[in-house]
């Protein structure tokens, strides 16, 4: 395995020395950090940490030593503090599984869509335009208004509307891998329909969906506040960031500055770790820059 | 005495990367001499690239010149000029064609604009004179200004009025104009003198109309427009079909009889060197191991680089077992000590791994750079 | 039972790619790529297959092995054990009621079904041109060899590497090169990972595309030794694509020269260099430079005119009239309609109006 292990230290190499990805790689770190230690900074609300404890008050409460973030309301006044810390939490859930999914499904469409071509090809791709044109904001509207408001619509509503990008990126580039030499060499030597596709299509052509799919984990949680801003993802008095400035809508115009400060931040450095590191990602991923010889 | 064109003094190039620092050119020497079609012979990643890069100064920016001198025409130092200087002398003294025509061609400009490009760089003075003088019988819009601008051009000031012109579309048309005439003009005779056919239909074509052996004429027009002094033709005929190189290697020697410049042929193919150079160098990991004449470098090898080379190639009529050079290619990064051919050479001795041997003359106009040759040591040449 | 003397017969090969386009993809024209060639190679030879860029060698040479599918024609592959004994021991018999087969040892390769294929395949191999990309970039060297292997079944786990680092040093690699990734190698070297993939079955049939194209001159006198090296150990036949005739003169037994998708000239190398007899032959001949700088003014290149036409629209008649610098009144004629490929002397077949007998 030695030589997996010199390409991993080569490309740890290449993050290292590239500034960008390092403050965004920093910017994520930090986020995670938060995540895992949410219990210890803000002791969690049972049964459910997500909803946040609510205190009395009949306004909302600037930043002073105990709520450090002030406080919102008027579902119910809480402490912005604690909704940031284990919104953290709650992004990366939404990220990762959100990614996971969409990633999933589009793999598996885009990758038999693009090895069989032909009338499955067809279907499949038209089926995918379906999709993609399915306004991401009325779909999730019509699920919120039929099936609730739960994070679990949340997440599945941005499923449906994700998988078709990647179902195509990822088609593109299995007809493009399937024209290489090395994949005709294989069929010289016997290779049948599917050792071909998973070991020699697949894992060169996933990269290039791997590395869109990195960036798109800081898009997804932009998602997520943006419909539960409008009120169709998490409920108020969910430690969601977007809910949170949804509620601190109605306060900013009166100088509550604090109830859609804090959460914005942490939107803002939450899209932006991940953009840096996607974009880091891909030069360093990418096999034509490597190495250059002369 | 003849006069050098080009001559390459201890060149020291190193390129610096992830895995250190390659020594990639140590201590090229070589003269270009007037007139003359030189060769430069060697495999892949000899240097042999890097160095004709190195007289055009278009290197990679990771590489560091660490010694050495190029003189141009023995008065002008290349590596000591100023980037706008020597922007001045590529393309027009010392111009360069390349091995994928198909790459080193602009693909959204047609044909004729792409050569018009040079001569809009580098003889923008004749052009401007030709077209005063054409204008003479020309009597259009605004025609005394556009003259009165062209004569404060030419006169090295820079009009208001053109300004102006430039500014508004249907002005600026008119304006460039004359000049576009003598530009299309000298396009197409350029590509006459190629040998390309129906040169007014090829100038208005674009690059990937064209095939590969029209995309090198259409290269090399660009590179002899302004009769530069030096033709540096790195692989010009590795990427096309045997008919077709012939073509090119009948034209190349053609226009260098017509052009009087010099030629340094950059190649990996011995045959063609054969066919075409009067004088050949060898080069191996970044250094020249013997010069000579073509014909005494071909029936007479002294290095046991080049006679390795040469038992290496099949030949036709010829029948011979083809014998190979043992080893690889040495890494830049830890180049052999000494001579770097020695782990590969079957008459190393001590000495050759502790000194690197310098260019001798052997015989007459015969240069070969091995410790085995010189005085001192003993052993048949 | 006797073994046949052709390993390969190959009868009115077409391969036409399409050409859609618009908005019903409606076929717009065909690229007639291989355009009804028939040959025959003789086991144990080293066969050429002469031509410049676009002429369809290497999409012939594919289309023989079914790694495309062609357009017509028919390829037959003779199978034999080198131990004399029947190898047909597990071929289906239902393809010898297709009448795919005639005799117990041939093989209709367009017609068998592809579990049969598969069992033919891994004794009809292919080294392509270029190294850089015939290996999978993601995949270990043990892996790359070792893939034929284990899809024959041939052996696994220890065994197998044992094998495969037997072939890395029957091309001359060694086994610290078994867990490295192609990148790391030379262009030489890489050639010699597909070589050791080519042979890793033992197969009796080799097509070469063009080998040594990519390859340094020193690099390239190793690989064509070893390649010769091979073909006495193993009993090879060699289908030998290239557009180098210096190559050709050196490896070929017989040689055929191909122009935009059809033979024009077949003949033993001898007879090919030394008695050309097709325009495009000598006109090929003369263009090769010679390092042997003496040559040099006595040379006397025949220069064509023209490009080579597009092989979509191919002139009509003689595919070659319009560029031949022999053309005669006679080749008028050609315009209607194209001279086939005839026995001129013994051997020796060409496909040009000059040499017709009728």
Redesign the interface.
Known sequence: ???RLK?LR?NL?RIRNNPISLIGLGLIIFNIVIALIAPVIVPPNRPNPYKIPKIFSTEPLPPTSEHPFGTSGPSGYYDIFYGVVWGSRMSLRISFTVISAALAIGIIIGTIAGMCGGIIDEVLMRTTDVFFALPGLVLAMAVASVLGRTIMNLMGALIITWWPGFARLIRGEVLKIKQ???V?????????FF?VMF??VL??AIFPVIITASMNLGSIVMAAATLSFLGLGAEPGTAEWGAIISEGRNWMLQGAWWTTFFPGMAIFIYVLGWNLLGDAFRDILD?KLR??I? | MTENVVEVRDLKINFTTYEGIMKVLDGVNLRIRKGEVLGLVGETGCGKTMTGRAIMRILPSNAIVVNGEINFEGKTELLKLKEDEMRNIRGKQISMIFQEPRRALHPTLNVGNQISEVYELHMKEEILKTALKEMDEYQGPFSNTIRGIYAGELEGKKPVLKKIFDRIPFLRGSLNEPKKGVLIDKSRKMLGMVQIPDPERVSEQYPHELSGGMMQRVLISIALACNPKLLIADEPTTSVDVTTQAKLLDLIMDLKKSYGGSILLITHNLAVVAETCDRVCVMYAGTIVEEAETGTLFNEPIHPYTKGLLAAIPIIGRKKELKSIPGFVPNFLNPPSGCRFHPRCNLAEEICSEKKPSLVEVEKGHFVACHKLLGGLDGDV | MVMSENILEVQNIKKYFPITGGFTRKKKGEIKAVDEVSFSIKRGETYGLVGETGCGKTTLGRTILRLIEPTSGEAYFYLSDQSGKSPNSGIEKKDASHSTRSRDDRFDIFKIGRRNLKRIRRYMQIVYQDPFSSLNPRMLIKDIVGEPLKIYKVAKGVDLLDRVTDLLERVGLTKDHLFRFPHEFSGGQRQRICIARAIALNPTFLVLDEPTSALDVSVQAQILKLLEDLQNDLGLTYLLITHDLSLVDHMADRVAVMYLGKLVEIASKEELFGNPLHPYTRALLSAVPIPEPERRYSKNVIFLKGEVPSPVNPPQGCHFHPRCPEITPMCKRAEIYEPKLEEYTPGHFVACTKYEKS
């Open positions: 395995m030695e030589p390409e080569f190499y290489e030499t090395y005709e060499a294989a069929r010289a030597v016997g290779a049948d050792t070991k020699h894992p060169n096999p190495r250059t002369l």
